[in-house]
């Protein structure tokens, strides 16, 4: 094991004012479970959970809410015991409606309920990587950096696919944010079982463990935790800056590898890339059998009372979230769940924590902006940001014309929405919002295209 | 904590929800904070003269981007500070002594034609001042070409050669020994005490405001870099006046740091932005040896400037990951 420095610049990138002193030294915190929990069926990328509980059952903490649904899919378990108020579609984060499982936690249990489940806690050491991964998928755990990619899925490369890398993400490259800092920090130990079990699944590969440099804590507690481990392992520090947290630059970054373009993954380019939070909690799912409900969001932002990074529920409501941090200091202007660069505004505290939530951003007026969008000047501050190398402004200028398959042409689909155009933009463009739109309106004609030739085909099928 | 009630008031948008904080204004405003130097420079060695020309192009310029955009009914854009810079870029390449209703005329027609015609800011294909520069240099070349010794204050303005002027002939083997009395010493020319336009003189106050460009980040060294080296090595190879000289006279300062700089009608990846400015170098140094004006460093980068899509297109990059 050793600390090296990295050794590939990625292009592009910025240097937002990084706010981290808010929260960086507040230890986790864990919160009482609330009254009330929201668990959302879709908190994983891909197809949400299938409920299979109704109004009026009664849950144990780790039953199943939610059977995986599809390959790309996840199950998703009870946070708390509780009763069963209502299964409800509500907005998400990204305002998008889900079915939800609301509970009351305070309802009494009713005479014969049965007992929480319990999970055998395994000795990977022991256990054959498949019934390791049996234990991942059953605990319905995904990445919890923010895309919330189903980890099974990601740690089963599929046939003819070797893991060469199996890349531990801590860089946390989004302002504010300290939930992986302070996992890092305090859970090293865990991180290292994880990586272990994550390795012996995967086959044996090479690990490095990716940090930015503003965080030398995390760095000497993760040099401490891993001592002594055997096989090439590596902590690669990486230079601050953002986003050095997306997948395919921290790939690069760590081990120079280039992932092809979309819908390439990582795989394709030999690598695994899992959160720290993630791995942690793989090792408590495996060892302890504790199923990965509940996880640690940094609350933070000038207009909180008292950031924290609050160890809390899947399904807790953010305005109890906040009464949890002492309240509102001054009211925010905006309120975002996860980064300030790729985090989504949410209109009021309705809505609850998923696997993903890694921040709860209350920011105040002089710290967010509201833009008027003026022409563009033509600086090229959004091509020199952009990591992918791809050409904003034109991006931009296509879709203000409503031309998506312009946008196709330049590449759009690679873009991975990480706002270091728009951070930039002196005439205040909404730069990656256009990115975003024109890769929603791609999707949609691919997809009503494919399903246009399936009807086709159909009609052939019965001539 | 009432979130009920303020909730009502939060901002709901698209990511990222924090931003770098520098305006357009602010970099106009940066712009203009560079361009001080060289423009005290010209009012130092000029007199009142220059003080007026550039009152009357900034003057000028403010007013007309402020009707233009009134008789298009469309939002002001004079709080953008654009048409400061560009007036006083004007200002400052034209000779000290102008007639100022000509003066005027140009930041007219840099602003009303060059710029607003093409629907204002970011839009225009040409850089307006050099376009009114050439506009007034055509239609006015006599006053336009009408130079006035430095720190001669109080006199009549009276014809002199710039250094171009005398370097022309200086070009081919043999003749450089016959002009080389008429050229001021390095050191004048370093500082600015020759005859030439109201800010392009001074190199010493040009190179003070680039560096703080730089440092600021408004321009990268890219397009100046590669506008002076090729200008150098055209004249290293072509004979004439040595290298140094060419790069210390007439407008290529300023035409290199301030002008091929402009966002609007320069290239935005490095290549393009490289491929720019030696083509502006280039193109500068055959106009200053075969063309009818001494000077060619505006025409250069209008010509070049035409170019700026086409460079644009050429050197698009391939995005990460792709093959």
């Known amino acids: ?17 990084y706010r981290k002193e808010l929260a960086r030294g507040k230890a986790i915190e864990e919160m009482p479970v609330p009254m009330t929990l929201a668990v959302s069926m879709s908190q994983h990328l891909g197809a949400p959970a299938k409920c299979i509980v109704k109004a009026g059952d009664y849950v144990r903490r780790g039953q199943l809410l939610g059977e995986k649904a599809g390959f790309i899919s996840a199950c998703v378990r009870a946070p708390a015991d509780g009763l069963v108020k209502a299964v409800e579609q509500r907005p998400g984060a990204t305002g998008a409606l889900a079915a939800h499982v609301v509970l009351d936690t305070a309802a009494p249990a009713p005479d014969g309920a049965p007992p929480p489940p319990r999970f055998e806690p395994l000795d990977w050491r022991s256990t054959d990587p498949a019934a390791l991964l049996a234990r991942i998928e059953e605990a319905g755990m995904c990445g919890m950096g923010g895309a919330g990619f189903p980890t099974a899925v990601k740690l089963s490369p599929p046939p003819g696919k070797r893991c060469e890398y199996f890349i531990v993400n801590g860089a946390e490259c989004e302002p504010y944010l300290t939930a ?8 090293a130990d865990r991180i290292r079982a994880g990586v272990e079990i994550a390795r012996k699944i995967l086959g044996s590969p090479a690990v490095r463990i990716a940090v930015e440099s503003n965080k030398p804590e995390a760095i000497a507690a993760l040099e401490k935790a891993f001592a002594g481990i055997d096989g090439n392992v590596e902590i690669v520090v990486l230079p601050v800056r953002y986003p050095h947290g997306s997948e395919k630059h921290q790939i690069y970054a760590t081990v120079g590898r280039v992932v092809p373009e979309p819908p390439a993954l990582p795989i394709d380019a030999g690598c695994v890339v899992e959160n720290v939070g993630t791995v942690a909690a793989l090792a408590d799912a495996v060892e302890k059998g504790e199923m990965p409900v509940s996880r640690v969001t940094t609350v933070t932002g000038e207009a909180v009372a008292e950031p924290k990074n609050v160890l809390a529920p899947c399904g807790t409501l953010y305005s109890d979230l906040v009464a949890f941090c002492g309240g509102m200091k001054e009211p925010p202007a905006k309120v975002v769940s996860g980064g300030p660069m790729m985090g989504f505004a949410v209109p009021d505290l309705s809505v609850s924590t998923t696997k993903t939530t890694s921040g709860l951003l209350l920011l105040p007026k002089e710290r967010t902006f509201q833009y008027t969008a003026g022409p563009c000047i033509n600086c090229g501050r959004c091509v020199d940001a952009c990591p992918m190398r791809l050409d904003g402004r034109e991006i931009c200028r296509a879709m203000e014309s409503g031309d998506a398959a312009a946008a196709e042409k330049l590449h759009v689909m690679s873009c991975i929405e990480c706002g270091a155009c728009s951070f930039g933009c002196p005439a205040y463009r909404p730069i990656t919002q256009s990115c975003r739109r024109a890769k929603a309106v791609i999707r949609a004609r691919a997809a009503a295209e494919k399903a246009k030739a399936a009807a086709a085909a159909k009609e052939v099928g019965k001539a | 904590m009432k979130p009920k009630d303020e909730s009502r008031h939060w901002l709901l948008s698209s990511s990222p929800h924090v931003h770098a904080r520098t305006g357009v ?26 003080v007026f020309t550039v009152a009357v192009c900034v003057s000028t310029c403010v007013a007309t981007e402020a009707l233009c955009r009134m008789a298009m009914k469309r939002e002001s854009t004079v709080g953008d500070l654009s048409a400061v810079v560009t007036g006083l870029l004007l200002a400052l390449n034209l000779p000290a002594g102008i007639p100022l209703h000509l003066a005027a005329m140009g930041s007219v027609f840099a602003i009303a034609v060059a710029k ?3 629907g204002g800011i970011g839009m225009n294909p040409f850089n307006p001042a050099l376009a009114a520069r050439a ?16 720190l001669a204050r109080g006199a009549e303005a009276t014809t002199c050669a710039t250094p171009l002027a005398s370097m022309k002939t200086m070009f081919g083997a043999g003749a450089a020994a016959d002009a080389g009395g008429a050229l001021p010493s390095v050191w004048d020319m370093f500082i600015g005490n020759m005859p030439g336009c109201i800010g392009e003189v001074s190199a010493a106050a040009l190179l003070a405001g680039a560096a703080y460009l730089l440092w600021r980040k408004v321009i990268s060294w890219h397009i100046p870099v590669a506008f002076v080296v090729s200008a150098a090595a055209y004249s290293a190879v072509a004979g004439g006046a040595a290298p140094h000289v060419q790069i210390l006279s007439g407008g290529l300062l300023i035409g290199a740091f301030f002008m091929a700089t402009d966002y609007a009608t320069s290239p ?5 932005k490289l491929v720019f400015g030696a083509g502006c170098g280039l193109l500068c140094m ?10 060619g460093c505006s025409f250069a980068i209008l010509v070049m400037n035409a170019f700026t899509p086409l460079i644009d297109r050429w050197t698009r990059r391939k995005p990460f990951g792709a093959k």
């Not at chain 2, 055959?286 to 000077?295: A, C, T």
């Open chain 1, 180 to 187: 992986d800092f302070r996992v890092m920090v305090e859970r």
């Open chain 1, 1 to 17: 094991m050793r600390t090296v420095k990295s050794a590939f610049k990625i292009a592009g990138g910025v240097h937002p004012e």
């Open chain 2, 25 to 50: 204004r602010g970099i106009m405003l940066d712009v203009i904070l560079a361009l001080l130097p060289a423009t005290a420079a010209g009012f130092w060695f000029f007199g009142m003269d220059a």
């Open chain 2, 116 to 118: 607003q015609a093409f």
């Open chain 2, 268 to 272: 935005v990846t490095r290549t393009g």
């Open chain 2, 135 to 150: 506009f007034m240099l055509i239609s006015f070349t006599g006053p336009m070409t009408t130079w006035r010794a430095p």
């Open chain 2, 286 to 295: 055959l106009i200053r040896q075969f063309g009818q004006y001494p000077e």
